[in-house]
């Protein structure tokens, strides 16, 4: 039972180049979570899931976009970065019973 | 809008020495109140999760309270490895997002 797991654990790459960070869980959650930390910010969520399918903006949405095709996935898609989306990454998703988030260990993106 | 305020932003103890964190919190109606440590480099690991004014809950040193507007993380003798950035976060009762404190850094010299 690994949890949240996140590929890749860092990453740098030039403005206007595109990635994809992935998300997995095994815990069988419908609701899945990206969030942004920065210093002095908290963390901020960007869009949320509440299911296959399925997908909602957060607080930060602008600049990413998401997908969730699997139920135990979950994409957060960067098209064109820019140095303000240097930032650690994290996803997380929700028991449902206790609401609880359980999060991965995080994805260092530097947009140089 | 749901604020989440934690002080202080660091803090600074000895080991042995006790001291409390505080999360005041500003909701419309209040779903659960949930407390995170985080190492550095790691992603936040869950602690304790407060529903309701006068809910109590320990975990080793670690005792979290809550009120009607504010939450304390007591730390009872602190050890080194209990060195961490805490963090709090509220849910409302509509929605499902969590909305973060920006976390208390605590350090504990031997």
């Known amino acids: 039972n690994a949890g949240v797991t996140q590929t890749p654990k860092f990453r740098v790459l030039k403005t206007g180049q595109s990635m994809t960070l992935l998300c997995a869980q095994d815990m069988n959650h419908e609701y899945m979570y990206w969030y942004r930390q920065d210093p002095g910010m908290g963390l901020r969520l960007i869009h949320y899931s509440v299911g296959e399918g399925t997908t909602a903006k957060g607080e930060v949405p602008d600049g990413y976009n998401v997908s969730r095709l699997k139920k135990q996935n979950f994409l957060l898609g960067l098209e064109s970065a820019a140095p303000s989306q240097t930032s650690v990454y994290f996803c997380?998703?929700?028991?449902?019973?206790?609401?609880?988030?359980?999060f991965g260990p995080g994805t260092r993106l530097t947009v140089l | 809008e749901d604020q989440v305020t934690q002080s202080p932003e660091a803090l600074r103890l000895q080991e042995g020495e006790s001291s409390s964190l505080n999360c005041s919190y500003t909701v419309s109606g209040l779903r659960g109140l949930f407390w995170y440590r985080q190492d550095p480099g790691k992603g936040p690991e869950f602690l304790f999760t407060?529903?309701?004014a006068g809910e109590e809950k320990e975990k080793e040193r670690l005792k979290a309270t809550l009120t009607k507007k504010e939450s304390f993380l007591h730390i009872t003798a602190p050890k080194p490895e209990d060195s961490a950035t805490y963090l709090c976060?509220?849910?409302?009762?509509?929605?499902?997002?969590?909305?973060f404190g920006e976390g208390t850094q605590l350090t504990v010299n031997p």
């Open positions: 997380a998703s929700k028991e449902p019973n206790t609401d609880t988030q359980y």
């Open positions: 976060a509220v849910r409302e009762t509509s929605g499902s997002r969590l909305t």
């Open positions: 407060l529903y309701s």
